[in-house]
């Protein structure tokens, strides 16, 4: 048996844009700015790392707590108003692995609203379920340390209990490809919001998920 661990942005979601726009009004509501390059810069990264780090807009905890939650709420009021679109052949591949019965958890380090709000959105719930809606997930509120740190996959391995050695986890950002190897698990890199070339430590990169199929995962091990 093998597991399979979703990173969520650029994997199942194309929100780029979205989370685009919520810093730009983060940073207009609040009188900051925002560096060149400092989206590209933050990809798979907590806004607890991002907002003192990249950003350098403060040390304060508190004040970086009300900047990270601030900053979703208004992500979600975007979706909302732009609506969001599963990333081609995501379905499909979901469907395949249903079918297959392999265990299947969502690992990120997105806000765990922003995820379960876009899940109902998108009538993606039902492929992450296991006794309630959308609890096969591990997200930014159950981990203290971010990628490239493999902590949100070990406990995603852990929840579906499925040893590392056996899990693939599916990421778009070098960071999260960083953190699955950390782990001990198998990489494939989504490279349908970013070049293939910044993936290429991935065990494999496809462009769209239904490119795979259960038997291909199988031949990563």
């Not at 989370?19 to 060149?36: M, Q």
């Not at 590209?40 to 790392?49: Q, S």
């Not at 108003?81 to 997105?110: C, D, N």
Request: aromatic share 6%; hydrophobic share 45%.
């Amino acid at each position: 048996m093998l597991g399979a661990i979703f990173d969520w942005d650029g994997v199942v979601i194309d929100s780029s844009r979205h989370h685009a726009e919520s810093w730009n009004r983060l940073a207009r509501e609040n009188g900051r700015t925002l560096p060149e390059g400092h989206f590209l810069k933050g990809f798979g990264m907590k806004n607890e790392v991002i907002i003192p780090g990249i950003l350098a807009w403060t040390q304060d905890e508190t004040e970086i707590r009300r900047l990270s939650l601030r900053k979703e709420v208004l992500y979600r009021e975007i979706i909302l108003a732009w609506g969001l679109q599963p990333l081609p052949g995501v379905r499909i591949f979901l469907e395949s692995l249903v079918a297959a019965g392999i265990p299947r958890i969502i690992g990120s380090s997105t806000h765990r609203l922003n995820i379960t709000a876009s899940l109902e959105m998108l009538g993606l719930a039902g492929f992450f379920t296991e006794k309630s809606p959308c609890d096969l997930l591990v997200s930014a509120e159950d981990v203290s340390r971010g990628k490239p740190d493999p902590e949100v996959f070990l406990k995603a391995a852990a929840r579906i209990g499925i040893p590392p050695s056996r899990c693939v986890v599916f990421e778009d950002a070098p960071m999260g490809v960083q953190a699955a190897l950390a782990g001990g698990m198998k990489a494939v890199g989504v490279a349908g919001t970013h070049d293939r070339g910044i993936l290429e430590k991935a065990h494999r990169v496809v462009g769209r998920l239904d490119e795979l199929d259960p038997a291909a995962l199988e031949a990563l091990f």
